[in-house]
């Protein structure tokens, strides 16, 4: 055999070879993948069929992409953290709505989503009580320029400026005093201060003397005024009126009136022995 022989052979061998190792290397591939669609399969029926071992797959799992978050940001991530806000799309209220709730955020300097969100409340609860909506936002305006942490010097918090501890009994249905700094809980237990107040007076005007504290003071120091004109103004806001931006009174409780006969405090805190402590 000639030396072109021996290498021409050599070179069918090595051909032979690699396409035997191919060949094997296919057919171990073919037979791996294989032995994993069954491996999914068989846990595919397992998870089926053992729901406890689908939930602490999905708890590893969660668990490991939480670890992984927080390696990446910092800060643990709390999906169901939107769920305690406050705020809704302004855009989705009926116009009316939408109408108050941007002009309140513009003239108050609060972002419309969660003032939106308390506009809603005031229309649900007030027509709920046949009592006009925009008059339950100019107390909040006046009270507290919606601000939902307010509190003034004699105790009185949150958005309608309502004396907790004289009214803690209605904050035993939303879980206690903390309550007070939940802009929608305060609002209503408010509100229902304020339906009593009216009750009791028998007009509007009166009613928010007694939200005030002063039905038995000779003034209240403009505060029931300062509320009737908010409302005047709220009320043409939502039919659609335009209202010029730098009408007086808009932050009433910003800017106190002139001393009268007794002198005006903002925020409930006039009279607190007065200040609607006989209701409940």
């Excluded at 397992?46 to 689908?54: A, H, V």
């Excluded at 978050?69 to 799309?89: C, K, Y």
């Excluded at 972002?111 to 809603?120: I, M, N, Q, S």
């Excluded at 409302?231 to 010029?244: D, E, F, I, S, T």
């Amino acid at each position: 055999m000639t030396a072109t022989e021996k290498i021409a052979q050599l070179g069918r061998g090595m051909r032979t070879f690699a396409g035997d190792v191919a060949e094997g290397f296919f057919e171990i591939m073919h037979n791996g993948f294989a032995l994993v669609g069954l491996a999914v399969v068989f846990c595919i029926i397992m998870l089926s069929t053992r729901p406890e071992l689908r939930q602490q797959g999905e708890e590893r799992l969660t668990s490991w992409l939480t670890a992984r978050q927080v390696a990446a940001l910092g800060i643990r991530p709390e999906p169901d953290a939107i769920e305690r806000a406050t705020a809704a799309n302004p855009g989705d209220l009926p116009r009316e709505q939408a109408n108050v709730a941007y002009w309140i955020a513009k003239k108050y300097k609060v972002a419309p989503e969660p003032l939106a969100a308390l506009v809603a409340e005031a229309y649900a609860v007030g027509r709920g009580i046949r009592l006009d909506p925009t008059l339950i936002l100019a107390v909040m305006a006046v009270e507290s320029s919606f601000n939902p942490f307010a509190q003034s010097p004699v105790g009185a918090q949150g958005l309608m400026q309502v004396m907790t501890e004289i009214h803690s009994d209605k904050y035993l249905h939303f879980g206690g005093q903390y309550a007070a700094f939940d802009p929608k809980t305060n609002l209503r237990v408010g509100v229902k201060v304020l339906q009593e107040c009216i009750a009791r007076a028998g007009s509007i005007e009166g009613g928010l003397r007694y939200y005030v504290g002063a039905a038995n003071l000779p003034s209240d120091g403009g505060y029931a005024k300062k509320v009737l004109a908010e409302h005047a103004r709220l009320y043409q806001v939502a039919k659609g009126k335009p209202m010029p931006d730098n009408m007086p009174g808009l932050r009433a409780a910003a800017k106190p009136a002139e001393p009268t006969a007794v002198p005006a405090t903002p925020a409930n805190a006039s009279a607190p022995a007065i200040k609607v402590a006989s209701l409940s």
